[in-house]
């Protein structure tokens, strides 16, 4: 292994007020003593929570956003969290410390602006960063898309023939100065050369972006960084021989610039596979395998294996015999207790959740037990102390079979005739905006300073009002709101025998958008009816039909932390015989359409096209099961958003929805090179709702001529890309009607 120099002394860093005395940081050694740099810490993480324990990320952001509060605010709040964060994590007794791992909305757009690739569009704007996140009156925001196979939405990279790359390392060096102010010595973390252009498509511009990564190399080091983290979750995924090559080229380039600090090459969601023998053939020091999806790696005795056996995707104590079994196998220089991936996909603490049952309690380790379990199977790992046993497997419950339904022609034929619908018909995809009142009653329901009675009441009126909102606009299939919804998961959870919620576990999505995703720990069913209520009443309320509302059994389960003695598999299966009871009430309400969302079943595709099969197998028979036991004149609508969905588009026609509404807008309309002979009816989004921005009747009605000229009208349906919940209703109703106009002079011209 290589020696690295001694960095420069502390008092020389440009921060002035950097700690002098080297027993002050978390290295007690100190980054002076040479021998500490031919080693890692013996425990680490690849990344940690963000949003805060509180959400205060979350709020500081809406509040910037709404002029309430200042730029300088928004960066005070982000400066406390990551303070909290090193001294939560040092007092864990955790040895290695991450930085860079915070955003203030992702990391994907973070390593846009440290590599200077902002779109030209974006650099006029008031501020850049937000404007490409979130899109102002007149910019559309970036694309966005599922990060792998995860509920969390990264921004796409737009690279160019004309994007210079420029590094602004300004961020990570803050950070590492901030670090050691606090007395913490940090391991920045970046992410990697190859997983950024992968994203971006343009991989052929990796000479000029190594260009940047080498200037952060020695700018770190420069700042006394001793290591540094590249990410590159892309190489657990089917590579080409070209990207292979690209990765031992970016490797051997990086690893042979002198005087660098020490370079950990992280992995995870995955096995890294032949990836591994290349990078293990370049000059890096280290290299993290994730050993809860992947598999033990060959020998590298000149390596550092930073050996991930503690799950950062679920929240389960970790069985500490297999987990000790699997750090014991490792053959490398030197073996680093560490997560599977960033703790980023869980909550903060199990500790707050003091109504969950203490049976199930005892079982759960969200980010901070995590972390415990990492310093404690360090430990472990020098002294040989004996573990627990993993539980025993379950055995699934028997199911009913999956019912058939007639062919599409019959039952579009029986739905024509039926519902009586114009060309080109206008929906939306569910929820209306959340308004704080709404979410205020709710919370004071569950304190108990509500009556369930008032509380049933206010549901019914903002259900009221989002019919005649939609009636006055002219929408031709209308929805109820779905105002009584937390979320369109946990409140299912909420309902379903073998659920349990938390109160306070909330995970990112994107932005400021956090859920909770519920925890299934025991056989699903459902125990009584769940929407039926609410939209028969909102039925009664008008003659356009509205759609019953319900999430798909794939989605509840990707958005649910699964149960860790099943198949995932036949956790899904048992969901969807819970929703096909819900579907089949639904219809002996009188509800015509019903929705059956699946926004997950691309999400959940695994990242090797060899286990890709199967999986769309399961998925797709679980979803007939939950929606084919109804009539032919019942519709069944299905919705998918950010998700890259074109690549699975077979399969979506394989769920035998009537209607399948998709993102598109976001995407720039890519789902449309692919939906020629698409069976069934299709509504690619002609605007996205994740920008507060209203598009005009012009944009949306070029949204829709792209459609018509890839699909026949007959099969063409009109709406958002996805729920209107994050809106108000100022910008809804603006938006909606522009896209009811333009509808109406698509179906002109018919």
Known sequence: MRTFPAPQDPSALSNPTGHQDPSALSNPTGPQDPSALRTFPASTVLGYPRIGPDRELKRALEAYWDGRAGRAD?????????????????????????????????????????????????????????????????????????????????????????TVFKLDASKPISEVRQALELGFETRPVILGPVTFLLLAGALERLDEVLDCYEELLAALAAEGVTWVQLDEPALVGDRTPRELAAVRAAYDRLGAQAGRPGLLVASYFGDLGEAFGVLAATPVEAIAVDLVRGVVPPPAPDKIIVAGVVSGRDIWRTHTDRALGLLRSVKAAQVVVSTSCSLQHVPYTVAVETSLEPGLWERLAFAEEKVAEVAALSRLLTTGRPGSPPPATAAPAPLPPVAARSPYPVRAAAQA??????????????????????????????????????????????????IRVQERLGLDVLVHGEPERNDMVQYFAEHLDGFA????????????????????????????????????????????????MLTGPVTIVAWSFDRDDLPLAAVTHQVAAAIADEVADLEAAGISIIQVDEPALRELLPLRAADQPAYLEWSVAAYRRATSGVSDRTQIHTHLCYSDAQEILSAIDGLDADVTTIESARSGARILGGVQGFGRGLGPGVYDIHSPRVPSVEEIAGSLRATLDALPAVQVWVNPDCGLKTRTYAQVEAALGNLVEAAREARAGL
């Open 74 to 162: 928004l960066e005070a709040t982000g400066a406390e969290l990551r303070a909290r964060t090193w001294q939560r994590l040092h007092a864990l007794g955790l040895d290695g410390l991450p930085s860079n791992t915070f955003s203030l909305y992702d990391q994907v757009l973070d390593t846009i602006v440290l590599l200077g690739a902002t779109p030209a569009r974006y650099l006029d704007a008031d501020d850049p960063y937000f404007a490409m996140a979130r899109g102002t009156a007149d910019l559309a925001p970036l694309r966005m898309t599922k990060w792998f196979d995860t509920n969390y939405h990264h921004l796409v990279p737009e690279i160019g023939g004309d």
């Open 417 to 466: 005739a039926h519902l009586d619908l114009p060309p080109l018909p206008t929906t939306t995809i569910g929820s209306f905006p959340q308004l704080g009142q709404l979410r205020a009653a709710r919370a004071a329901v569950t304190s108990g300073s509500l009556a369930e009675s008032d509380y049933d009441k206010l549901v019914e009126q903002e259900i009221e009002h989002a």
């Open 501 to 548: 919620v938390t109160r306070h576990g909330w995970v990112q999505s994107y932005g400021s958008r956090c859920t909770r995703p519920p925890i299934i720990h025991g056989d699903v069913s459902r125990p009584a009816p769940i929407t039926v209520r609410w939209a028969r009443y909102a039925q009664s309320l008008t003659d356009k039909p509205v759609k019953g």
